[in-house]
């Protein structure tokens, strides 16, 4: 039983609520206190927009294997698949936000890591987006 604890760990980790973010990413909500200039927050939806598809592909991948360990499919290749899934999507979002940052200032990236720990826990590493999130 033991055994079967550790891998179910990470799944509470990426089954926390996400905030919404209307624009397409936790900097442009921040786009205000970061200082972003209009150039800024134009590539930023624009970046947003370039990969809105291989994100809900990612998330799409994400919702259909926790859909599968819910429904009680075989728990070991459920769980397989839903690792897969995880990384997949962690994959995309750090990709994403790497992307994001480097349209930033050094001193609006400084101004941004400050931000994000008042952003919740549902920002850290591990987390990811809940199944039932649209």
């Known amino acids: 039983m033991k055994t079967l604890l550790l891998p179910l760990m990470p799944v509470a980790l990426f089954a926390q609520p996400a905030p919404h973010h209307p624009m397409g990413s936790p900097i442009l909500h921040h786009a205000k206190d970061l200082g972003l200039s209009e150039a800024q927050v134009a590539q930023l939806k624009a970046q947003a927009e370039a990969r809105k598809d291989s994100m ?16 009680g499919a075989d728990r070991d290749a459920a769980l397989g698949q839903l690792q897969t899934a995880a990384g997949t999507l962690r994959e995309v979002m750090k990709k994403a936000m790497a992307e994001d940052l ?6 609006q990236q400084e101004k941004f890591k400050a931000i994000k720990p008042a952003m919740g826990p549902h920002h850290g590493r591990n987390r990811m987006p809940h199944p039932a999130e649209g």
């Open 56 to 71: 809900r592909s990612a998330h799409e991948g994400f919702r259909s294997a926790m859909q599968q360990l819910h429904q």
């Open 102 to 107: 480097a349209l930033l200032t050094p001193e």
